[in-house]
């Protein structure tokens, strides 16, 4: 594996820490992945915006000025300081971590840019701890695989809980196969949109929308 593929696989290791720490799925667990704090540098590669494509992902979930949304398993704040700037100071991001050290980063982050709206939230066993009935969009960056099958149906009713009527779930997964940067297939934490889709409909969601980026899908559910 390439050094920008062992900094990508990292970064999936950090957006999806809460569901590692908080004992969702034990195959998380077992892969020990919560990401160093020492290493955030990993996850500020000079083209990750190109193929990860942030202003895609916030448009098609109409993130926009004003809106309230949330960044789960937030880890350096690379996503959240993209969607403060989007909603302005007029809307709040919420960027829920497990690992106090992310949320310190955060915080630094987001003081060092002037960014007033951003609040961090410590993540709580089996729950990212969000206001109940608030949120526009809830943002899941690679967070998903981690979830093991069994409780990933849970997980989704638990984001939903946190939307207003109108609310948005994006949830972004490498594609199957191979190319690109990313975990190895081998690595096994590559999801079918199929299967997402699937826990959307047992959970009392439906896909409102699919976006199809360079290396990744992006699902967006509603009620």
Known sequence: MNALAVALALAVSASGSWLQASGLGQTAAQHGRLFPPQDLGLLEGPDREAWQKPDQIMDAL???DGSVVAD???GAGWFTIRLA???????????????????????????????????TRLGTARAPNLPAGALDAVLVVD??????????????QSLAGSLKATG??????????????????????????????????AAGLRVVARENLPYQYLLVLGR
């Not at 196969?177 to 997402?196: D, H, I, T």
């Open 62 to 64: 109409g993130i926009a």
């Open 168 to 201: 948005r779930i994006g949830i972004v997964n490498y594609k199957p196969g191979r190319g690109g940067p990313g975990p190895a297939p081998s690595e096994g934490v590559r999801v079918e949109s199929a299967l997402v889709e699937r826990d959307a409909e």
């Open 85 to 119: 700037r989007r909603v302005g100071p007029n809307g709040k991001v919420y960027a829920e971590d497990v690992q106090r050290e992310m949320l310190d980063a955060i915080r630094r982050r987001v003081g060092r840019e002037e960014l007033r709206n951003v609040e």
């Open 143 to 156: 967070v998903y695989p981690e979830v093991e099958d069994r409780d990933r149906v849970t997980f989704l």
């Open 72 to 74: 789960i398993g937030a």
